[in-house]
């Protein structure tokens, strides 16, 4: 069994706070991707559990074991990090099988090891290779083939994927996938792009300024996101959010205009209380070119200030009470900026979130 828990802790540098007291659970198998903006603590949280930090307290513990004092070569992990770390004057065959030579394994076993791996990750025939004879993509499969090898209780990603163009980066998320269910071996994955965490978790953890926002499955934290941070971190292109006060049964807009508060919303505001209306870019669209446009919703004029085509959609950019805030028009329908257009929002799947402490008002 490996399973991860994080007790309470903390990482600091000096004086210097960069994890503040985080507790989590990562079950045996599971596929946690820890995401944030740069120096949210993710990438340190990772070389923690991996051993190549410090911890300054709290527990680590893998398998039921508590390991702050194991080196790293004890902990039964394998770590891929976003440099690939491959020998340059080394083939394929030797980077793959050089922490087993080190571990003394016998010759036999090495070359078996190898064998299967490089067959898993289409490595076959590129043995006899050299890494500078090799693609960014077939590197970071080497990568992965080196960290296989060891068949360690943990997978360690740190990045893996920041180095790759767009196409390679939508290739090797599925080969990582693929190879977490041929190996279902337990894969903490730290990374800033929220494609690749929803892509590729089964549950996501959230992380800011070295606290744990929310966890959840990828469905759970973009339908449900428990404050304003995470709505707008997880999602492309980001939930909008608009300053308003709550009047009686209204959401009041800056410019003064109201929609209704949504039904599901309404026993979680009060009268005056300040808050952001959340809506995603898909739940603001003109009438008739939307993923869907039943239930309840509000109906207001706008003009387009700009349209960025993307095929069968394109990315409307509007204002809503003087805000600038995206939209999504789906079909081949060309729009101009200067275009006025009357959109709907689709109240029944927007948002409240309190000013005050960016909280959901109703953290479901």
Known sequence: MAEITLEKVVKKYGATGV????????ADRE??????????????????IAGLEDITGGLVRIGGKVVNDLPPRSR?????????ALYPHMNVRDNLGFGLKIAREPPAEIAKRVTEAAEMLGLTPLLDRTPAELSGGQRQRVAMGRAIVRNPEVFLFDEPLSNLDAKLRGQMRAEIKKLHQKVPTTVVYVTHDQVEAMTLADRIVVMRDGHIEQV???MQVFNHPQTAFVA????????NLLASTIVGDAVRLADGSTVPVPD???????????????????????????LSQDGPGAELNLTVELAEPLGMESLIYTRIAGQEVQAKLYGPRIVAPGEKLTFRLALDRAHLFDAATGKSVRAD
């Open 232 to 239: 707008t971190f997880i999602g492309s292109p980001p939930m």
């Open 19 to 26: 994890v503040h007291g985080i507790d989590l659970a990562i």
């Open 264 to 290: 599901r919303l309404r026993g979680f505001v009060r009268d005056g209380m300040s808050v952001q209306l959340g809506i995603r870019p898909d739940d603001i669209s003109p009438l008739g070119h939307g």
């Open 31 to 48: 596929f946690v991707v820890l995401v944030g903006p740069s120096g949210c603590g993710k990438s340190t949280t990772l070389r923690m």
């Open 76 to 84: 039964n992990i394998s770590m891929v990090f976003q440099n690939y």
């Open 216 to 218: 959840g499955t990828p």
